[in-house]
């Protein structure tokens, strides 16, 4: 059992549990997801700080922003920051394995809906109700990264690292997790309703033991008693 928690749940799991129907594409309708609300504002002040700091800061080479310059943009021209993201990725500051490089940010109560967040590294960012609904981050990297009381509402995770994120009662409501490493991911009182895992890695316990209640009943992820 020890082996299984730790790995994936096995597909047989889930066909006895589930009947494929929860993981069926376009099975679970979004009306099942329950309303969310951010209780965490975005800090203006220090957004404005960010951005009179961060003018005069020069791009990497071959850059069109700093990292802290796109963070301004996030924050306060969603649709420039998209458009960025969609069709012009290889102008923002790269990591050394060559993924967007958004780690340590500060994006806490940010609109992020519907953005393209593939392949970049938010390690270490804090994201605390900030909101994903719809998202794509496969192959993206929340590895620490704290997303408390966020929504990832039918948002996108395929291949990515979500090892010891912070998930704490997050809104995750049909949010796909098809080959994403969850180890040791906080996800106390999620709302994962709907929510697909196949072949995801490294299951902490507590969805485990709890998979019906959780996935298919959208009962919050419990504490695991010791």
């Known amino acids: 059992m020890q082996l299984l928690m730790k790995n994936t749940i096995p597909c047989a799991l889930l066909a006895s549990v589930f ?4 993981y069926a594409e376009d099975a679970v309708p979004s009306s099942i997801c329950a309303q969310w609300k951010s209780g965490v ?18 791009p990497e080479k071959g ?20 458009n960025i993201l969609a069709n012009r990725k290889g102008e923002l500051p790269k990591t050394g394995d060559g993924m967007v490089d958004l780690k340590g940010v500060t994006l806490n109560g940010f ?5 393209n967040l593939d392949n970049v590294d938010f390690k270490g960012a804090e994201m605390n109700g900030a909101d994903l609904t719809g998202s794509s981050l496969q192959g993206a990297s929340i590895y620490k990264t704290e997303l408390e009381g966020a929504n990832l509402n039918n ?4 291949s990515a690292n979500a090892v010891k ?12 997790l098809v080959k994403a490493d969850i180890e040791d991911a906080d996800l106390l009182g999620a709302y994962m309703k709907g929510a697909q895992v196949d072949m995801t890695r490294n299951i902490p316990v507590a969805l485990y033991l709890n998979a019906l209640n959780v996935l298919q009943y ?6 695991v008693k010791d």
């Open 19 to 22: 009947a494929g129907s929860v």
């Open 165 to 176: 994120a912070k998930l704490a009662n997050a809104s995750m409501c049909q949010t796909v």
């Open 218 to 223: 959208g009962m919050p992820v419990p504490r």
């Open 111 to 115: 609109n992020l809906t519907g953005l």
């Open 63 to 82: 850059a069109a922003f700093t990292k802290d310059q796109f963070v301004v943009l996030l924050g306060k021209n969603l649709a420039e920051a998209k």
């Open 41 to 58: 504002a975005v800090n203006l002040n220090s957004l404005d700080k960010l951005a009179k700091n961060s003018a005069s800061d020069k």
């Open 155 to 158: 948002a996108n995770l395929t």
